[in-house]
């Protein structure tokens, strides 16, 4: 069985960025790999510009996944969109300083870090609750922040490159339901570009990992697995043990029985732990177990979509309520009648 299209995440500040990349034995195993990089745009630096400019000039493809200043959200969704787009044009001229070479334009759609932090703090609980009830009842917000970001990837593709979004996996359940609850309630965006990630990362939900995993899988263009080590830290929110190497194993397994290609997150983290170099001579056809249909997932999701599905037509509530009221006045009617 072939390796598959392989593309690692890295979200590191720019000196253990450049600490990582000393040498050539990272880069080497990229291209052993003929991996593709998602390198984190967390800052516009020259040194930033300087790593980047060594693997183009090694030949390692890499994809721009555009990042805010944590004050504005860190990842997109559907409040800071006109800073998406700010940080789009400053990452062009910052591109065009430094000569840099892209593969492509990642687009990582997800709530916003400072809402996702807060929840930890117990003063800021009511406020984002608040916050979040509001962005459920208006409609309107998320349509026009579809449309903003659908503008900004046609700018990207003028420019010439094509474009990934990095998604969790709820955002199926939306669709499924023809609603834009999850959206409006987490102020994600659904957006259309030539390949969607799904971040199917089973350390979140273990012991059910790899069963969601396996359920959402089909679903993905994409398949993200994860988490070996880094990225951002949520204390409380995000603090998991990373994958083992049999954890990661199975998911790479699972996933090419899927025929994904994958996106792993990430390569700090498979540095750390030795995943990288064990890559090359991973066996990808061994076998692997099949996660059952786990009664959890299955439930999950079925109940998800059910949900989502109602309060997207809360009419039908309403309906069904005056059905049951005017059901029981016939009926107290009727025996009124009879008396």
Same mark, same amino acid.
């Given at each position: ?62 994809? #721009?996944?555009?990042l ?15 800073? #998406? ?16 070479k892209?593969?492509?334009v ?24 608040a ?23 046609d ?21 499924? #339901? ?64 990373p ?41 990808w ?55």
């Open positions: 069985m072939e390796q598959p299209a392989l593309s690692f995440f890295c979200e590191l500040p720019v000196d253990e960025l450049t600490k990582l990349f000393d040498g050539r034995f990272v880069i080497d195993d990229l291209r052993d790999l003929d991996a593709t990089l998602c390198l984190g745009i967390i800052d516009l630096s020259e040194a930033r510009a300087k790593v980047i400019q060594r693997l183009n000039k090694a030949g390692v493809p890499v994809i #721009a996944w555009l805010l200043p944590e004050e504005d959200g860190y990842w997109f969704n559907a409040e800071n969109y006109e800073q #998406a787009a700010g940080r789009y044009v400053t990452f062009k001229a910052w591109t065009d300083q430094y000569d840099l892209w593969a492509g990642g687009l990582d759609i997800e709530p916003n870090i400072n809402d996702m932090r807060g929840l930890t703090r117990k003063e800021d609980v009511n406020p984002i609750l916050k979040t009830f509001h962005r459920y009842t208006n409609k309107k917000h998320i349509q026009k922040a579809q449309r903003a970001y659908q503008a900004l990837i700018l990207i593709h003028a420019d010439g490159y094509v474009v990934e979004s990095y998604q969790i996996p709820l955002i199926i359940e939306d669709r499924k #339901a023809k609603a834009t609850v999850i959206q409006r309630t987490l102020g994600l965006v659904d957006i259309d570009v030539e390949r969607e990630v799904l971040m199917l990362y089973s350390s979140f939900f273990r012991p059910d990992g790899a069963a969601l995993l396996w359920s959402y899988a089909p679903d993905a263009d994409s398949i993200g697995v994860g988490i070996t080590g880094g990225g951002v830290d949520i204390e409380g929110v995000i603090d998991l043990d994958l083992s190497w049999d954890e990661f194993s199975r998911d790479l397994r699972l996933c090419v029985m899927q025929g994904k290609p994958i996106h792993i997150f990430s390569l700090e983290g498979c540095v750390e732990q030795g995943f990288l170099s064990k890559l090359s001579t991973f066996a056809d061994d076998p692997t177990d099949v996660p059952g249909k786990s009664m959890v997932i299955r439930a999950g999701r079925t109940g998800i979509a059910s949900l989502l599905w109602i309060l997207e037509r809360p009419w039908v509530i309403l309906l069904a309520l005056a059905s049951i009221i005017g059901l029981g006045f016939l009926f107290k009617q009727n025996e009124d009648n009879k008396e």
